[in-house]
């Protein structure tokens, strides 16, 4: 258990050190973090709204974060070229990033081709009932996706790497909020980069 709980400690502190440098990518962490919780919520009450909820709020600030405002040159603070960060990164990289947003983004298309999305759906009528719809292939997408990339990480590493992994993502809003709260104030206040990024956080 205490390997476990290290592997965890060292799963953050790389994730925070390597891919987190914006404050712009923070403070959009911490709007994707608050609203993971909320569909944290939902996902009791009505998988499917949950999912749009993560999907179409949380995930999409993310991802913004890290595609079009995190640095991607040579990071002097932690010695790593960014390609050696996107080589040894444990979770989906910007490469298997593309791929699951390309199939996330599809879904909708897909599902206004066939209604039913292959006998698996019932066909939608309105347009709630379509973006219910959309919901639900979003949620199985994102079991499957967190599954897949366990998987992998098992094969690939150890099944422990896989399973902390994925405890990590599952309770990454908090630990965004823990890290993340200050970051719009900074932000506010003209700091683009973090200069504590490089400073343990464990």
């Known amino acids: 258990m205490a390997g476990a709980f290290q592997t965890l400690k060292i799963q953050r502190w790389d994730d925070h050190r390597y891919y987190h440098h914006s404050r712009i990518n923070q403070t959009l962490h911490l709007i994707s973090a608050i609203s993971f919780l909320i569909s944290y919520v939902l996902l009791f009450i009505h998988p499917a709204v949950a999912a749009l909820v993560a999907w179409g709020v949380s995930m999409t600030t993310r991802q913004v974060g890290h595609f079009f405002f995190e640095p991607k040159g040579y990071d002097h603070i932690n010695d790593a070229s960014f390609e050696f960060k996107e080589a040894v990164k444990v979770g989906y990289n910007l ?40 919901g639900w292939l979003w949620f199985w997408l994102g079991v499957a996706g967190a599954l897949f990339r366990v998987a992998q990480l098992t094969v690939t590493q150890s099944l422990e790497t896989g399973v902390v992994w994925l405890i990590k993502i599952i309770t990454d809003p908090l630990h965004d909020i823990k890290l993340y709260w200050s970051s719009p104030i900074h932000l506010l206040k003209g700091q683009i980069i973090d200069p504590e990024h490089g400073k343990q956080h464990f």
């Open 95 to 134: 490469k298997r990033k593309v791929v699951l947003l390309s199939i996330w983004a599809s879904m909708p298309v897909m599902l206004l081709i066939d209604p039913t999305f292959l006998n698996y759906l019932q066909p939608h009528h309105d347009l709630i009932g379509y973006a219910i719809n959309v």
